[in-house]
Structure formats: structure tokens, C-alpha cells
């Protein structure tokens, strides 16, 4: 019996008040921020938050991918370390290393990602276990190559020139999360490997069953994920504009909350990018307003915890509905 695409569920469709779920509850977030503190309705104050989530958005819209396949990479906030702390060492104050250590940062993302997506889709093991494991051996490496300290100096004009702002208004950061956002809506919608990662996410044995290269998309799919890893590195080195030990230690968690939160569940064939960059203003509006209140930082991490069983839990009550949250 052949099995073709058109067997897959039909969940690559989706209706409008589904998708635009998380864009609601920004607005209203935003709107209760704003009567707690009328500078959340400032545009250098939003913009500034945006500019501080850049490192989690960046590295967010590779993971969408990954979690699109009902996979999940918990090594990117080790790749994010990495990533800093190679471009700082290679730059070495030096501007004719510049380029060199972006490259070089950008290399050691992309071959981790490499590495967890052949172990996964060749090895067929765990995805959580392995890039846990991988985070764990890349945190290793990063230790042993700073020695336990902050190692490095980047080059001149690399942080200025990332911190800036366009026309003083525009932070520089913010616009790289943005042509970010539109890489991944491209790769998405626009590619036969966006498509493919919807279809076997739907239903990884009728794409298996169709002919669709599973394992090549696995590989693929962890590649960007820690390509985009390796750029939030960067944003984050910026940010600092120190490498420190692991820099990005944690992040993984706020990458997953902002995912889950724009509707791409661990059921994969869900949600997009698009929905991710809603769920990356949301988690940091919630987390800022958090602050704003005065609670402790153990309470904000309750907060967050909650806020992606709540996000969680209400995508799979409407994936039961049969809404299906599908392609952006």
C-alpha cells in the first residue's frame, strides 16, 4: 500500500483566532504592564527589552525547528558559551580578528548542532538525553579552555557597533532579531525543508512510509538550531561584552518557554517562528513586570515555570479541540 503526503492529518492548517492566540495575550500583557508602569508604553523602554532578549529570541528560532520535528535541543545554552567565548578568544582585541571570530563562532555552533543531529537521527537515541549530554561535554570544553575565568577580548567597534542604535532610536540588536525572525519565517514557508519539518512532525512514520528523508531533516534541523545558537552567542557577547565561564548558562530554558509559548509544542507539526518571537515579548514583558514588582528572583523563576505549564497545558486543550496549531 502507498502512503502518500495527503495522508498526513491536517493539521498544517490553522484557524486565525488559534494563531493569533499568542499575539493577544501580548497586547493584553503589554496593556497590564502599562497600568502598573506607563513605561512600558515608552518606545525606547520596549525596544530596550527587546534588545536585552535578542540573545534568547536569536537562539530561539533554531529551536523552533527542532521542536517542530517533536525533538528538543537543550544544548544551546552550552553552544551559546561556546560560541562567546571562541569569538572573544580568536578576536583577541584585535579588529583584523573580527570576521575571523565570528566565523569561528559560528563554525563551533553549527558543527555541535552537526553533531547532536547525527547522533539523533543516525543514532536514534533520546534527544533529551543526548543533548543533555552535549550540553554537559560542551560546558566541559568551555571550562577547560578559559581555565575557569573570563578569557578573551573582542575586537574594537564589535560591541559599539552592535549596541548602537539606528537614527537613535533603533537598537542594532533589535534589528538582527528581526532579520533573525525573517530567516526563520523564510526557511519555514519558503523551502522544502520548512515544509518537510512540518510533515514529519505531524506524523514522523507517514513521512517515513512517503519517502520523505527524515533523517536528513533531523540533521538539518540541529544544525540550525545550533547555527542560530552560535548567532545568539554572539548577540550575547555583545550584550556583555565580556565572554565569561558559561555565559549562556540556563538560557536553554528560557529558549524552550519563549518556543512552547508561541505555540510550538513538544507534539511537533506546530506552530513557527512567528509564533516564537510573540512568545520571546511575551515571556520577557511577564519576567520585566515580574521584576517591576519587586519579586525575588526564585519567584520569578516560579513565574516562568508556570507560565509554560500554563502555555503548555493550553495548547494541547485546543490541539484536543481538533483546532490543530499548524503552520503560521
Given at each position: 500500500m502507498t502512503t502518500s503526503v495527503?495522508?498526513?492529518?491536517?493539521?498544517?492548517?490553522?484557524?486565525?483566532?488559534?494563531?493569533?492566540?499568542?499575539?493577544?495575550?501580548?497586547?493584553?500583557?503589554v496593556l497590564l504592564a502599562g497600568l502598573v508602569s506607563d513605561a512600558f508604553f515608552k518606545l525606547n523602554y520596549l525596544t530596550n527589552l527587546v534588545r536585552q532578549?535578542?540573545?534568547?529570541?536569536?537562539?530561539?528560532?533554531g529551536v523552533t525547528f527542532v521542536m517542530l520535528l517533536r525533538g528538543v535541543d537543550l544544548s544551546v545554552g552550552a553552544i551559546v558559551s561556546m560560541s562567546a567565548v571562541v569569538c572573544a578568544l580568536v578576536m583577541g582585541g584585535k579588529v583584523d580578528?573580527?570576521?575571523?571570530?565570528?566565523?569561528?563562532?559560528?563554525?563551533?555552533g553549527s558543527a555541535v548542532g552537526l553533531a547532536n543531529g547525527l547522533l539523533i537521527a543516525y543514532g536514534k537515541g533520546s534527544a533529551f538525553i543526548l543533548t543533555l549530554g552535549m550540553s554537559i561535554v560542551v560546558y566541559g570544553l568551555v571550562q577547560m579552555g578559559t581555565?575557569?575565568?573570563?578569557?578573551g577580548i573582542v575586537s574594537p567597534g564589535f560591541r559599539e557597533t552592535l549596541n548602537g542604535r539606528i537614527g537613535g532610536v533603533l537598537p542594532v540588536l533589535v534589528i538582527c532579531l528581526l532579520l533573525a525572525v525573517a530567516v526563520?519565517?523564510?526557511?519555514?514557508?519558503?523551502?522544502?525543508f520548512g515544509r518537510n519539518a512540518y510533515l514529519i512532525g505531524a506524523n514522523p512514520d507517514a513521512a517515513r512510509l512517503a519517502g520523505l528523508p527524515v533523517s536528513r531533516v533531523t540533521v538539518v534541523a540541529y544544525m540550525v538550531s545550533g547555527f542560530f545558537?552560535?548567532?545568539?552567542?554572539?548577540?550575547?557577547?555583545?550584550?556583555?561584552?565580556?565572554?565569561?565561564?558559561?555565559?549562556?548558562?540556563?538560557?536553554?530554558?528560557?529558549?524552550l518557554a519563549a518556543v512552547v509559548l508561541g505555540g510550538?509544542?513538544?507534539?511537533?507539526?506546530?506552530?513557527g517562528v512567528g509564533g516564537t518571537f510573540a512568545g520571546v515579548l511575551v515571556l520577557i514583558i511577564a519576567l520585566n513586570l515580574a521584576n517591576v514588582a519587586g519579586l525575588p528572583f526564585a519567584a520569578q523563576l516560579a513565574v516562568k515555570g508556570a507560565i509554560i505549564i500554563a502555555a503548555s497545558a493550553a495548547y494541547s486543550w485546543i490541539g484536543r479541540r481538533g483546532?490543530?496549531?499548524?503552520?503560521e
Amino acid at each position: 500500500m502507498t502512503t502518500s503526503v495527503q495522508s498526513f492529518p491536517r493539521t498544517l492548517r490553522l484557524p486565525s483566532l488559534d494563531r493569533a492566540a499568542v499575539w493577544i495575550v501580548l497586547v493584553v500583557l503589554v496593556l497590564l504592564a502599562g497600568l502598573v508602569s506607563d513605561a512600558f508604553f515608552k518606545l525606547n523602554y520596549l525596544t530596550n527589552l527587546v534588545r536585552q532578549a535578542a540573545p534568547v529570541g536569536i537562539t530561539a528560532v533554531g529551536v523552533t525547528f527542532v521542536m517542530l520535528l517533536r525533538g528538543v535541543d537543550l544544548s544551546v545554552g552550552a553552544i551559546v558559551s561556546m560560541s562567546a567565548v571562541v569569538c572573544a578568544l580568536v578576536m583577541g582585541g584585535k579588529v583584523d580578528n573580527l570576521w575571523l571570530g565570528i566565523a569561528a563562532a559560528i563554525a563551533c555552533g553549527s558543527a555541535v548542532g552537526l553533531a547532536n543531529g547525527l547522533l539523533i537521527a543516525y543514532g536514534k537515541g533520546s534527544a533529551f538525553i543526548l543533548t543533555l549530554g552535549m550540553s554537559i561535554v560542551v560546558y566541559g570544553l568551555v571550562q577547560m579552555g578559559t581555565g575557569g575565568t573570563a578569557r578573551g577580548i573582542v575586537s574594537p567597534g564589535f560591541r559599539e557597533t552592535l549596541n548602537g542604535r539606528i537614527g537613535g532610536v533603533l537598537p542594532v540588536l533589535v534589528i538582527c532579531l528581526l532579520l533573525a525572525v525573517a530567516v526563520g519565517i523564510f526557511l519555514q514557508s519558503r523551502t522544502r525543508f520548512g515544509r518537510n519539518a512540518y510533515l514529519i512532525g505531524a506524523n514522523p512514520d507517514a513521512a517515513r512510509l512517503a519517502g520523505l528523508p527524515v533523517s536528513r531533516v533531523t540533521v538539518v534541523a540541529y544544525m540550525v538550531s545550533g547555527f542560530f545558537a552560535a548567532l545568539g552567542g554572539l548577540a550575547l557577547l555583545a550584550r556583555t561584552g565580556v565572554s565569561g565561564t558559561n555565559p549562556g548558562a540556563g538560557m536553554e530554558f528560557d529558549v524552550l518557554a519563549a518556543v512552547v509559548l508561541g505555540g510550538t509544542t513538544f507534539s511537533g507539526g506546530r506552530g513557527g517562528v512567528g509564533g516564537t518571537f510573540a512568545g520571546v515579548l511575551v515571556l520577557i514583558i511577564a519576567l520585566n513586570l515580574a521584576n517591576v514588582a519587586g519579586l525575588p528572583f526564585a519567584a520569578q523563576l516560579a513565574v516562568k515555570g508556570a507560565i509554560i505549564i500554563a502555555a503548555s497545558a493550553a495548547y494541547s486543550w485546543i490541539g484536543r479541540r481538533g483546532g490543530g496549531l499548524g503552520r503560521e
